[in-house]
């Protein structure tokens, strides 16, 4: 049995492969669009939904949409932080264009499933 990956932050700072085809193929799909949801990768990867929630939750211990929304809070925060360095001053602009770019309606959904998950955009 291959170990429990409990953070998402590790898999989107690796380069290397999982060694795990379902894991390693989820991952790639999140890296290959920022819109995306749980019902789409298992169209994607040609497997019954039930089956990727169910390996997700075994190779994760989290939930697919748990891991997919820790993946997009990841990216808005890096979002986040090019914005801050470049020219735009405007932290709600920012913060819509972070949150629209990751798949989320408005910054107000945005930081509402961040405070959910207690996690910290701007650091």
Same mark, same amino acid.
């Given at each position: ?8 932050? &590790? ?15 989820? &991952? ?6 920022? #819109? ?21 939750? #075994? ?32 932290? &709600? ?15 107000? &959904? ?14």
């Amino acid at each position: 049995m291959k170990p429990t990956i409990k953070t998402v932050e &590790v898999l989107y700072n690796s380069s290397e492969p999982t060694g795990d085809r379902i894991l390693d193929e989820v &991952v790639n799909s999140l890296r290959k669009t920022r #819109i995306i949801a749980a019902a789409d990768l298992a169209i994607l990867m040609d497997v019954k939904k039930s089956y990727l929630y169910g390996a997700m939750h #075994i190779l994760t211990d989290m939930s697919l949409g748990d891991f997919i929304n820790r993946w997009r809070l990841i990216q808005a925060r890096e979002l986040l932080r090019q914005g801050a360095e470049g020219e735009e001053t405007d932290r &709600v602009k920012r913060l819509e264009k972070a949150a629209r770019r990751c798949g989320w309606r408005s910054y107000r &959904v945005l930081l509402r499933v961040a405070k959910r998950y207690g996690f910290e955009l701007e650091q």
